[in-house]
């Protein structure tokens, strides 16, 4: 079988094209000759649930790709990659595939196309252009040549325009994250005159849910690992996942704590060291700053037959504004009590609010239909099989 090195050439070929994209028909034509081999079937859960179909309709091959988690197991092991005539190449296209499903589900609708096409630009952008509002605020207020007493963000901005401005983003990214989802939901779970057909157990959420949060599906299949810059496997996609998801859900947990001392306890900002609060933002923003950087160098590396390259630049637009709510979250805080920070504020702010508004469209709403995936695999491998195809 030939490596990935003697593949460059056709993957560069085939990555030139990406602006054509491969179809769902594309990827209903690679089920079909997947489903005649079923090499890859204990590979992931993707191919168990292909033998349950002989017809790949557009709701099937979306489930499909976001139960892919492009490990790259399936391309190294398959007779009929490139440069075979057949160039069965699944995780590419499945990441194809992907891409759509963000512009296709999204709400509204013409945002999921515009970062589609511009994820790395109008991150970038929008967080810049936020940050220049946030800092013209401040002046418009006088506060950007304020000393911060006792380092409180709330000298230089009221707590309740704080609240004004975030609120209202933060309920728009919920919005369209749960719109994106019940839509997508409803195309891959149709109707049925089966009753059973959309049973959900509890151990079959269970399933899911310590599925997605393991992320079981990016041990290529054996528990070794991805692939990434070649055939070879690694478990540092997987570690830096973890850290990154972590490191998010940290820095989130520190501002929920920190609004329950303030509405339920009355205790007023700026917490500090070892406050949980500061303790819960701290191990958070450095978790996410590493785990962000991380994912950033393995996907400069990353090998075009992989697939990355038809949402490399979505990627990378979420992975930035990743990097730099943590990096500017603590310069902000070692910054706290100089007079450079209501610049460092204004500058976090505005990233903060560029990734809530573009977490709808990009990586994270991938992760959200990918958990969807999953429970629907989870309730699927619990019915009867009346193909008898394969086996669970």
């Not at 920190?258 to 306890?265: D, E, F, G």
């Not at 994912?295 to 038809?310: E, Q, S, V």
């Not at 504020?345 to 505005?350: D, E, N, R, S, T």
Request: aromatic share 10%.
């Amino acid at each position: 079988m030939q490596t990935l090195e003697s593949l460059t050439d056709q993957a560069r070929a085939l990555a030139a094209g990406i602006d054509l994209g491969v179809s769902e028909t594309e990827v209903a034509r690679q089920m079909q000759i997947c489903n005649a081999c079923r090499y890859c079937e204990g590979f992931c859960a993707v191919f168990p649930a292909m033998t349950r179909r002989i017809e790949f309709g557009k709701a099937d091959v979306h489930y499909l790709a976001n139960l892919c988690h492009n490990c790259g197991a399936c391309l190294h092991a398959c007779q009929y990659a490139p440069p075979h005539e057949f160039a069965v190449n699944v995780p590419q296209a499945m990441a194809k595939v992907r891409l759509q499903t963000y512009s296709d589900y999204a709400w509204p609708a013409a945002l999921g196309a515009l970062y589609r096409r511009n994820g790395l630009t109008l991150a970038l952008a929008l967080a810049a252009a936020l940050a220049l509002f946030m800092m013209l605020v401040l002046g418009g207020s006088g506060a950007s040549g304020r000393a911060a007493p006792a380092a409180s963000f709330y000298a230089i901005l009221p707590h309740g325009l704080l609240v004004g401005l975030f609120a209202p983003v933060f309920l728009f990214a919920v919005l369209a994250l749960a719109l994106g989802l019940r839509r997508f939901w409803r195309e891959i779970t149709p109707s049925s005159s089966d009753p059973g057909a959309s049973t959900m157990s509890g151990v079959a959420v269970r399933e899911a849910s310590l599925n997605a949060l393991s992320l079981k599906y990016l041990d290529g299949g054996h528990g070794e690992g991805c692939n990434n810059k070649d055939d070879g496997w690694t478990l540092w996609r997987r570690r830096l996942h973890h850290l990154t998801a972590c490191g998010f859900v940290l820095c989130f947990a520190a501002t929920a704590v920190a609004t329950l001392y303030h509405y339920m306890l009355g205790w007023d900002a700026p917490y500090e060291l070892p406050s949980l609060p500061k303790l819960l933002g701290v191990l958070g923003g450095v978790a996410l700053l590493i785990g962000s950087a991380g994912l950033f160098a393995l996907n400069l590396r990353r090998h075009p037959l992989h697939g990355d390259a038809a949402q490399k630049d979505m990627d990378r637009g979420f992975i930035a504004l990743l990097f730099f709510s943590s990096a500017s979250g603590l310069a902000l805080w070692l910054a706290r009590s100089t007079g450079d920070m209501p610049l460092l504020l204004a500058m976090h702010l505005g990233v903060v609010m560029a990734l809530f508004l573009t977490l709808p469209y990009g990586k994270f709403a991938h992760g959200i239909f990918r958990g969807a995936a999953l429970l629907k695999w989870s309730i699927e491998r619990r019915q009867p099989d009346r193909l008898k195809l394969g086996s669970d």
